[in-house]
């Protein structure tokens, strides 16, 4: 900071000298001003990597492991959405699961899109549902009972056919007995319990609110459009909602981070060179870096991350330097040695941040790629094209 801070107070004008004077060539400008038309233009294209697993290593044997795994179960979990339905005991849970559940199944028909949730409600079924099956059975044993004891007894057709006398006596027992109401200790006592367990988080993690998960295709349009009609406590989480919502707040800090980075730099160099027309000067290698990567970003398919978005400012702020010093140059103010000293310094820079482009990281690649890409345009713009521009008034 205090090395920036000397450099910027050499900078600014003596008292009583007089400012840069320095006067845009109007063919350089146009052409200019064109290319950063187009670059824009090509920046409309820009895609936003929002899967924060996209910046880490991923290893090969997990990648195929996964491969294996969607490929056996017919889907990948990473695409699939997550419903949680919390209540105030878990009946609550399981009945508001049933109504949710009930309204993705109507909205899916609807558009004729698969429905396959992986839930744990036909194993244990929401309060209501559980009673109108045990109506369902007690009906059942009313009309049938009589006829099953009969066939299957000691006495029956079972026996005429070979079967031990005892072979149904479990079965006649259940006849007799009232249905008890279904539990998650009764699947824990079936050999269930892993099961579930997947759909049942511990009630550590909710305390005081069971919830309930279920497993569905993620439509994260249609559920933007479902959430507020799913009863109190259902919460739909989508991936693919998440990453498009991450992708436009990373969009957003791109423009914002860049546009508040070139507005500081401006009036930084404009306090120092107090000409528009040489202001305008200095920002061409700056703004050739930012158009070179809108349009390197625009046109091909890497997309930009969050790492991409940081080094904008540092792209900035590095390409500013070399047009404020050729700026001096364009004015006699500095050594003519100035071409070559940018030169060797944007050559240097280009090395040690290009090196990163070889990385196996993601992050890593992405950081040296931006800088590499904004850089290797704004250098040349600051050695050729603001000297073709500039014109010295005497």
């Given at each position: 900071?205090?090395?920036?801070?000397?450099?910027?107070?050499s900078?600014?004008?003596?008292?009583g000298?007089?400012?840069?004077?320095?006067?845009?060539?109007?063919?350089?400008?146009l052409?200019?001003a064109?290319a950063?038309?187009?670059?824009?233009?090509?920046g409309?294209?820009?895609?936003?990597?929002?899967?924060m697993r996209?910046?880490?290593v991923?290893d090969?044997a997990?990648?195929?492991?996964?491969?294996?795994l969607?490929?056996r179960?017919?889907?990948?979990?990473?695409q699939?959405?997550?419903?949680?339905n919390?209540?105030?005991t878990?009946p609550?849970?399981l009945?508001?699961?049933?109504a949710?559940?009930?309204a993705?199944?109507?909205?899916y028909a609807?558009?004729?899109?698969?429905?396959?949730?992986?839930?744990?409600?036909?194993?244990?079924?929401?309060?209501?549902?559980?009673?109108?099956?045990?109506a369902?059975?007690?009906?059942?044993?009313?009309?049938?009972?009589?006829a099953l004891?009969?066939?299957?007894?000691?006495?029956g057709?079972a026996?005429?056919?070979g079967?031990?006398?005892?072979?149904?006596?479990?079965f006649?027992?259940r006849?007799d007995?009232?249905?008890?109401p279904?539990?998650p200790?009764?699947?824990?006592?079936?050999?269930?319990?892993?099961?579930?367990?997947?759909?049942?988080?511990?009630q550590?993690?909710?305390?005081?609110?069971p919830?309930?998960?279920?497993?569905?295709p993620?439509?994260?349009e249609?559920?933007?459009r479902?959430?507020?009609?799913?009863?109190?406590?259902?919460?739909?989480?989508?991936?693919?909602?998440v990453r498009?919502?991450?992708?436009?707040?990373?969009?957003?800090d791109?423009?914002?981070?860049?546009?508040?980075?070139l507005?500081?730099?401006?009036?930084?160099?404009f306090a120092?060179?107090r000409s528009?027309a040489?202001?305008?000067l200095?920002l061409i290698?700056?703004?050739?870096g930012?158009?070179?990567?809108?349009?390197?970003?625009?046109?091909?398919?890497t997309?930009?991350n969050?790492?991409?978005v940081?080094?904008l400012?540092?792209v900035i702020?590095?390409?500013a330097?070399y047009?404020?010093?050729?700026?001096r140059?364009?004015?006699?103010?500095?050594?003519?040695?100035t071409?070559?000293?940018?030169?060797l310094?944007g050559?240097?820079?280009?090395?040690g941040?290009?090196?990163?482009?070889?990385a196996?990281?993601p992050a890593?690649h992405s950081?040296?790629?931006?800088?590499?890409?904004?850089?290797?345009?704004a250098l040349p713009?600051?050695?050729?094209?603001l000297?073709?521009?500039?014109?010295?008034?005497e």
């Open positions: 900071a205090l090395i920036r801070c000397a450099l910027c107070a900078l600014c004008p003596e008292p000298r007089a400012p840069l004077r320095l006067a845009l060539r109007p063919l350089p400008c052409l200019f064109a950063l038309a187009l670059c824009l233009l090509a409309r294209n820009l895609r936003l990597e929002a899967d996209a910046l880490g991923r090969p997990l990648a195929r492991a996964e491969e294996q969607a490929a179960w017919g889907k990948d979990l990473r699939t959405a997550m419903l949680v919390s209540g105030p878990l609550d849970a009945t508001a699961q049933d949710a559940l009930r993705l199944r109507a909205a609807e558009r004729k899109l698969p429905d396959r949730p992986s839930t744990l409600l036909p194993l244990l079924p929401a309060p209501q549902e559980q009673a109108e099956n045990r369902h059975w007690d009906a059942f044993v009313a009309a049938s009972g009589p004891r009969a066939a299957l007894g000691p006495d057709a026996a005429a056919l079967f031990s006398p005892t072979a149904f006596a479990p006649l027992a006849l007995a009232p249905p008890k279904l539990d200790a009764a699947l824990d006592r079936a050999g269930l319990g892993l099961f579930r367990a997947m759909f049942l988080p511990p550590d993690l909710t305390p005081g609110a919830s309930v998960l279920a497993f569905l993620d439509r994260p249609l559920f933007a479902l959430q507020p009609e799913l009863p109190s406590g259902s919460l739909l989480f989508s991936p693919d909602g498009e919502r991450i992708s436009q707040a990373v969009r957003g791109f423009l914002r981070m860049g546009l508040a980075a507005v500081a730099v401006t009036l930084c160099i120092a060179q528009a040489s202001t305008f200095a290698p700056s703004l050739a930012s158009g070179a990567l809108l349009l390197i970003f625009g046109l091909r398919e997309p930009l969050l790492f991409s940081a080094a400012p540092l702020g590095l390409s330097q047009g404020i010093f050729m700026t140059h364009a004015a006699r103010r500095i050594a003519p040695s071409p070559r000293a940018i030169l310094s050559l240097t820079t280009l090395t941040f290009g090196s990163l482009i070889l196996d990281h890593l950081l040296g790629l931006t800088v590499a890409a904004g850089m290797g345009a713009a600051a050695l050729w094209l000297p073709w521009a500039a014109r010295r008034e």
